[in-house]
Structures are given as C-alpha cells and as structure tokens.
C-alpha cells in the first residue's frame, strides 16, 4: 500500500524558511514516479508548487516560487523535500506530497503539470507566514 506523509510545516514570519518532508512507502521503482508538491489556501484550488521528475530529476517551480523554494529528493530512498525561503504571507496554504506514475517521465520533464494525473497524495501540513 502506497503511502505519503509530509512533516515540516509550522508558523513562521515572512522572510523566515521551512523544510518540508515527504516520507514514502509502499512504491516499487521508486527513482521512477515524479513527484510534486501542491498547496491549497482556504477558499483557492491547490495548485502546484514544483515538481521533479522520474529517472532524471528534473526540476520544476511555479513562478510564484521561483528562486525561493527547491526540491530534492533525499540521499536515502523514498524521500522528497522542499526547502523553502524567504516565505511570504502568501505561501500560507496547507502543502501536500504528491506522486504519480500516470504522468512519465517525459511529460513530468516539461512542468509540474495537473494535480489529477498524480495517484497518491500525502495528508497535508499546514504552513502559516505571518506578516
């Protein structure tokens, strides 16, 4: 059984940064699923924060993100991160991990892409950006 739990979300002030973690388990071909992390504020749709791909790594942010968050996978299996910086009150959202094998790695190489084509979603943490 495949399964997501992130960790690492928390209140902090603008300008201030956070890592979010993404532990994994249950995956076969683990260096094979894209992987992507979304967010959702109260009364917005999620949208997608970056992703990165299977197979190649490649990276992909939103413009709104750009330059202040990176994600990686970890040195040990089954990990993804998203490190976070220079936070402003905008990034308040509740931040899921998602994976997807239904989107290749081709695809997954050209954007973040539609969070429908990801099959499994973590609970979500909640990061809070005071002002």
């Known amino acids: 059984q495949v399964q997501l739990v992130e960790s690492g979300g928390g209140v902090v002030q603008s300008g201030g940064s956070l890592t979010l973690s993404c532990v994994t388990s249950?995956?076969?071909?683990?260096?094979?699923?894209?992987m992507g992390w979304f967010r959702q504020a109260p009364g917005k749709e999620r949208e997608g924060v970056s992703a990165?791909?299977?197979?190649?790594?490649?990276?992909h942010y939103a413009e709104a993100v750009k330059g202040r968050f990176t994600i990686r996978r970890g040195d040990a299996k089954n990990m993804v991160y998203l490190q976070m910086n220079n936070l402003k009150p905008e990034d308040t959202a509740v931040y899921y991990c998602?994976?997807?094998?239904?989107?290749?790695?081709?695809?997954?190489?050209?954007?973040?892409?539609?969070?429908?084509?990801?099959?499994?979603w973590g609970q979500g943490t909640q990061v809070t950006v005071s002002s």
């Open positions: 998602a994976a997807t094998r239904r989107y290749s790695p081709l695809t997954m190489r050209h954007g973040i892409n539609a969070p429908a084509g990801y099959d499994s």
């Open positions: 990165i791909s299977g197979a190649d790594d490649t990276t």
């Open positions: 249950g995956f076969t071909e683990w260096d094979y699923y894209g």
